[in-house]
């Protein structure tokens, strides 16, 4: 290896100016705006939202509850993938445990359904390709999260990229439980488990995508 | 997590230290290459003591104290100067410490069949080091010190290292895994 003094000189010579530091909330907070509109809106332009998703909101607190927790998980998971991307912000392991602890709360909600379910189960609102849906929208989700992160420091770039990749799958698998049809089982096997695969995905495409400190 | 990021004692001096570091490191991110070269001396001075403190005096460290600087070099732009700069560099510092004995192993063994890389490979600065590791990672359990040494500090391959230690190579992989773990909560405990 080289002598430090001259790696000091090295790195310092010729030193331009860093890029200006985006806040890692406002990259978490971009990015979940820009990923909602871009689902909500890709999903409309396939098939409209289940006929009094919104009705059933209101009637149902169970229900409410479960989407407002989908809602915290996957803001959660993104806000973690944003905050790990800066040294010294806390512990990232621990940060990304319990975002993932969140989501499994969330996804739980949906198993304790197979027993007693929120909702009537139904076949209203079915639409023939969520499983594929949740894919589509959730893997451009996943790049542009990876690109974002690029320009911070993750450390820890296979767990930034499995809360990114979690995020990502989360609010298409969210959205679908108001756009398609509502049965748990359903909702476990074509909406969670896309977004649950989109995890892993992330936790792959991590170490390749961002940079190595 | 690690000390450094809880709430410290008052100390002066090392507050002092904070607030240099800090501006520095903000006038280097304008692009000051003076006020740039100043912390990367100073705070690789600061990042040896760190880490002769945990390791001994072992060749690795010099090594590890470049891997750091250049690291921080790539990490720059992700300096908050809102927040304290010590949990930022400890951060960075252990991360690549955990990093390079994981892959130094790996690395001996490659340049023990392959020969050096591009670089001739500075003499061994000292016999001794391995054993003064061994002193420096006193904290640890002694199966999981032995693994360490045999594997990242000596350079044995897992195969090896599990004869001398007279177990199988899986629980050698093991005792390596958990001595890692083990290292990452060391270095951890505080920072200096």
Sequence with gaps: ?213 | MASEDRNPPADPTRDAEEARWSAWMVRANEGDADAYARLLEEIGGVMEHYLRRRFGASDFIEDCVQECLLAIHRARASYDPARRFRPWMFTIVRHKAIDLLRRRGTRQRYEAVHGAAEEPVAPMADPTAPLRAAEALRGLAPEYREALLLTKFEGHSLDEAARRAGVSVTAMKSRVHRGIQQVRRLLARGED
């Design chain 1, 1 to 213: 290896m080289r002598n430090r003094s001259e790696l000091i000189r090295e790195l310092s010579a010729g030193l331009g100016p860093a890029p200006r530091l985006r806040r890692p909330h406002q990259l978490a907070l971009l990015w979940w705006i820009g990923t909602s509109v871009f689902v909500v809106i890709a999903m409309l332009a396939v098939q409209p939202m289940r006929p009094g998703f919104a009705g059933q909101l209101l009637a149902s607190p169970r229900f409410a509850a479960e989407t407002l927790l989908g809602i915290l998980a996957g803001a959660f998971a993104i806000g973690v993938a944003f905050a790990v991307g800066i040294p010294g912000w806390g512990s990232p392991r621990r940060r990304i445990a319990l975002s993932l602890g969140l989501l499994a709360v969330w996804a739980s909600a949906y198993l304790y359904g197979l027993v007693d379910p929120a909702l009537e189960p139904s076949m209203l609102g079915k639409r023939a390709l969520c499983f594929g849906e949740v894919w589509i929208y959730g893997l451009p989700s996943l790049l542009a999260g990876l690109l974002l992160l690029r320009r911070l420091a993750p450390l820890e770039r296979w767990g930034a990229g499995l809360v990114t990749g979690a995020a990502a799958g989360a609010i298409p698998g969210l959205l679908m439980q108001l756009a398609c049809l509502y049965i748990p089982a359903h909702i476990l096997t074509h909406h969670l488990a896309p977004a649950l695969a989109l995890a892993l995905l992330g936790a792959l495409l991590g170490p390749v995508l961002l940079r190595r400190i």
